[in-house]
Nanobody
Framework: QVHLVESGGGLVQAGASLKLSCAASGRTIADSTMAWFRQGQGPGKEREFVAAITWNRRTTYGDSVKGRFTISRDTVKNTVYLQLNSLKPEDTAVYYC????????????????WGQGTQVTVSS
């Protein structure tokens, strides 16, 4: 059973950058598609697909982050990263990583194993 721990979140000003990490333990994730999702606060805020990376490093991104965020992975460290650039206040959310278990990579239902999340807050 894999265990995921996210880190790297924080409070930054608009335009700043952050790099999030998702460290996996329990088994290797080298052969798994991994993804990042985020969920803002407040009523009606659903968990939103951010980015995914396959075992051979093919990447996909949500429309709201294309060109600003970059997903990557280090198989030696068993870790997935999310580089967040040109941050905007609307990027404020808890960011979660997850292991793909089948289905469309951008859908929440395609993931069964999740980390606890890391908070990113962007001030204007």
């Amino acid at each position: 059973q894999v265990h995921l721990v996210e880190s790297g979140g924080g409070l930054v000003q608009a335009g700043a950058s952050l790099k999030l990490s998702c460290a996996a333990s329990g088994r290797t994730i080298a052969d798994s598609t991994m993804a990042w999702f985020r969920q803002g606060q407040g009523p009606g805020k659903e968990r939103e697909f951010v980015a995914a990376i396959t075992w051979n490093r093919r990447t996909t991104y949500g429309d709201s982050v294309k060109g600003r965020f970059t997903i990557s992975r280090d198989t030696v460290k068993n870790t997935v990263y999310l580089q967040l650039n040109s941050l905007k206040p609307e990027d404020t959310a808890v960011y979660y990583c997850a292991v793909h278990s089948g289905g469309v990579p951008s859908r929440i239902a395609s993931y069964r194993t999740w980390g606890q999340g890391t908070q990113v807050t962007v001030s204007s």
